[in-house]
């Protein structure tokens, strides 16, 4: 069984920053491409960062040059570097990941709450 566990979600003010983690965990052979979306109230999920397994990112137009997507291999985790927080960037995050633990397949964390507020 595979689990993905968020961590780091909080509250913080207009302009901070936030480290937000996601570690998968169980039986990994390998895990391709991971991803961050996030959900804010009365809205859809949206996709907010990817990586793919040979470090090549995407981003969401509303997050680029404020948000950092990267991962470590070694430890199967997946971090999102979130700074100049907007109030906007309030939402449930969660990481996505596609693993391989004989075969593929996506499994999702359970979220993580970030709150923008002064």
């Known amino acids: 069984q595979v689990q993905l566990v968020e961590s780091g979600g909080g509250l913080v003010q207009p302009g901070g920053s936030l480290r937000l983690s996601c570690a998968a965990s169980?039986?990994?052979?390998?895990?391709?491409?991971m991803e961050w979306y996030r959900q804010a109230p009365g809205k859809e999920r949206e996709l907010v960062a990817r990586?793919?397994?040979?470090?090549?990112?995407e981003y969401a137009d509303s997050v680029k040059g404020r948000f950092t997507i990267s991962r470590d291999n070694a430890k199967n985790t997946l971090y999102l570097q979130m700074n100049s927080l907007k109030p906007e960037d309030t939402a449930v995050y969660y990481c996505?990941?596609?693993?391989?633990?004989?075969?593929?397949?996506?499994?999702w964390g359970q979220g993580t709450q970030v709150t923008v507020s002064s």
């Open positions: 169980g039986s990994i052979f390998s895990i391709n491409t």
């Open positions: 990586i793919n397994s040979g470090g090549s990112t």
């Open positions: 996505n990941g596609l693993v391989n633990s004989g075969t593929y397949r996506w499994y």
